[in-house]
């Protein structure tokens, strides 16, 4: 069997996202695949090609915006085809605001508009993953990770 090679990129200010992305990661690898790690601005989108699958995390900023730190990765996705690409979107939030991980839904939006297959429903947490968020979590990526990536 060929195990499946999974990015997760993210944009992360506080760590909250960081944190979310690093126990979908652990989910990923607990479910026998390599996941690889890295911040939005340390790659850039032409990077989703090489991988299997991947996943996106970015917090919201202000009334449901994209951060800055992931406009740029952001707007790279308008130039690839991502046609049969497996992903999904995860990021963190603040439910007081009116768009709660607003970005979440943008980056989501933006990845199917671009051909890519979302294969689960983004998962948003509230500032950073308590308890029962953690295992949440690291489900997420066992999830993402045991639907069929990469296997031959």
């Not at 085809?81 to 995860?90: H, M």
């Not at 989501?108 to 950073?128: H, P, T």
Request: proline share 1%; hydrophobic share 35%.
């Amino acid at each position: 069997m060929n195990l499946g090679k999974i990015l997760i990129a993210y944009a992360s200010l506080t760590g909250n996202t960081e944190e979310i992305a690093e126990l979908i990661a652990e989910g990923v690898r607990q479910a026998g695949h390599e996941a690889e790690l890295k911040a939005s601005y340390d790659c850039n989108a032409q990077e989703l090609l090489d991988y299997d699958g991947f996943l996106l995390g970015v917090y919201t900023w202000g009334d449901g915006e994209l951060p800055d730190e992931f406009l740029d990765f952001y707007e790279e996705m308008d130039e690839l085809d991502l046609s049969g690409k497996k992903t999904a979107v995860f990021g963190s939030g603040d439910t007081s605001y009116e768009q709660f991980c607003g970005a979440v839904d943008l980056v989501e939006e933006k990845v199917k508009e671009r051909g890519a297959s979302v294969i689960q429903e983004s998962l948003k947490i509230e500032f950073n993953p308590l308890d029962d968020d953690k295992e949440n979590c690291r489900a997420y990526g066992r999830q993402f990770a045991q639907a069929g990536i990469g296997v031959s």
